[in-house]
């Protein structure tokens, strides 16, 4: 008698599909870009990869306010708003102390009293709050469904593993950030110093003075505009003109 061969199903293994998904979770976090992209795309995630999540959005705590600077759905904010009026939810909790909170049923959850059942009548029935943490950033990744119950364990396991993995890429983004920006004060700071050069160089040839006797002309001139010397020298640069030093001319 031949033998049947089973199904592909049949060899199906969870742990290694799990595996997979967030490998290319991964892959799309990290390749965001700005932090603002990352924080995006950590929510558009949520939903796309966490079965019961309808909506999604997060919470950071910044200069000690809290801000909630993506949603991917209005009625985030709603919840948002709500969470601050009645100063209690899951988010708020998951944010504060650092954990994961889930409410199976907002309508009868004793933690959360009057947020619960307004959020229940906006149609949220079930919350997951995951902390979030990034380099000198904390927050929440904050996860809700019209369904009672919404989050299995595994749902919850892939929030918290999605957590960590945006606090990952989160420090990527930062450090990409502040990159840039030392870069870009680095280009500007040699910008000014080929512009001062430039002004110096006209005074020199203009005057016969050397070069500190015309760095002191357009320091002179800085403090008597109260302008910066860039904007000084660039003048100086584009006019041909002798910047004005509240002195005689000459000195």
């Not at 019961?52 to 209005?74: H, K, Q, Y």
């Not at 593993?161 to 500007?188: C, K, P, T």
Request: proline share 4%; glycine share 8%.
């Amino acid at each position: 008698m031949t033998e049947i061969e089973p199904p592909l199903s049949a060899y199906h293994d969870p742990t290694t599909e799990l595996t997979g998904r967030f490998l290319e979770t991964a892959q799309a976090l990290f390749s965001a870009g700005s932090v603002g992209d990352t924080l995006q795309r950590v929510v558009d995630l949520a939903v796309a990869t966490i079965d019961g999540c309808d909506f999604a959005g997060i919470f950071l705590l910044e200069g000690g306010s809290i801000a909630a600077p993506v949603r991917t759905d209005p009625v985030v904010v709603e919840l948002d708003a709500l969470q601050h009026h009645c100063a209690e939810g899951p988010c708020l909790a998951a944010l504060a102390d650092g954990t994961t909170h889930y409410a199976d049923d907002m309508a009868d959850d004793a933690r959360w009293p009057r947020f619960g059942p307004q959020a229940d009548a906006l149609g949220v029935r079930s919350v997951l709050a995951v902390s979030l943490s990034a380099e000198g950033t904390l927050g929440a990744l904050n996860l809700y469904a019209r369904c009672r119950q919404a989050f299995g364990v595994v749902d919850r396991a892939k929030g918290v593993i999605l957590a960590s993995l945006a606090g990952l890429a989160l420090n990527s983004a930062e450090a990409h950030v502040a990159e840039e920006r030392r870069l870009d004060n680095l280009q500007d700071a040699l910008v000014t110093r080929e512009v001062i050069g430039q002004a110096q160089g006209i005074l020199m040839e203009r005057e016969r003075i050397t070069p500190d006797q015309a760095f002191d002309v357009l320091r002179r001139a800085s403090q008597h505009l109260n302008i910066k010397l860039k904007t000084v020298a660039q003048a100086l640069v584009d006019t041909g003109e002798r910047p004005q030093t509240g002195a005689p001319s000459g000195n």
